[in-house]
């Protein structure tokens, strides 16, 4: 799976937008980009995914790069309980053949921290 | 729906003593499994993994093992812990062999004194 690079920790101010980049740029063409992120002492929870274009669900945003060597969550209006580490992951996805068997390789995030 | 459920949700075990963690899921069958461990200050490692009952992948090795008897319980065992054990550790399910997304375990707080 490639590698990802994302800052150690930002900062955001309730009610406004968070913009979390992550750069991939050894990324495959049968690879996906995942979120998950990681609330103080509990499980990670699974965001959102894409390919190439640019997703939208009840959680995030997610833009992904043309060339697609990086991409960016967005959380659109960020609320204290969205304090958490965000990860980016890459790695096959689906009908891609190998076998990753849904393994996820987990860095060490970013650290968004969402003030009052 | 689905549910995974994972216990103790802290241990504090001796240097020497054995270790069993628990972990199941209600609501699909044959999930893939998995065990992370989360170091102090450090992101999650995965452990194992198993596609089916009896079927274990190793991904580093270590001091522990683990057991899949049945379809949806997933166990997480050692023989003799070591002070190196002490983390984090999650139990995750997902759908199939290339499932989009993973479902975890609210985890079990491990410290080895």
């Known amino acids: 799976d490639a590698k990802t690079t994302q800052p150690t920790s930002m900062d955001c101010a309730e009610g406004r937008a968070a913009n979390l980049p992550c750069n991939h740029s050894t990324i495959s063409g049968n690879e996906y980009v995942y979120w998950y992120r990681q609330i103080h002492s509990q499980g990670p929870q699974y965001i959102i995914h894409?390919?190439?274009n640019n997703e939208t669900n009840e959680m995030a945003s997610l833009i992904i790069t043309e060339d697609r060597k990086s991409s960016t969550l967005i959380l659109p209006h960020a609320t204290l309980r969205d304090t958490a580490v965000y990860y980016c992951i890459v790695r096959v996805g689906t009908n891609a053949g190998g076998t990753s068997y849904g393994k996820l390789t987990f860095g060490q995030g970013t650290i968004l921290t969402v003030h009052p | 729906s689905q549910t995974i459920h994972q216990w103790p949700a802290t241990l504090v075990q001796p240097v020497g003593s054995p270790l069993s963690l628990e972990c199941t899921v209600e609501?699909?069958?044959?999930?893939?499994l998995y065990w992370y461990r989360q170091a102090a200050g450090r992101g999650l490692q995965l452990l194992f993994y198993s596609v089916g009952i009896g079927q274990i992948s190793s991904e580093v090795p270590q001091n522990l093992s683990a057991s899949r008897p049945q379809d949806r319980q997933f166990i997480l065992s050692s023989k003799k812990l070591l002070l190196s054990d002490s983390g984090f550790y999650l139990c995750?399910?997902?759908?199939?062999?290339?499932?989009?997304?993973?479902?975890f375990g609210q985890g079990t707080r491990l410290t080895v004194v």
């Open positions: 894409g390919l190439k």
């Open positions: 995750a399910w997902s759908v199939d062999l290339f499932g989009p997304e993973a479902f």
């Open positions: 609501g699909t069958s044959n999930p893939n």
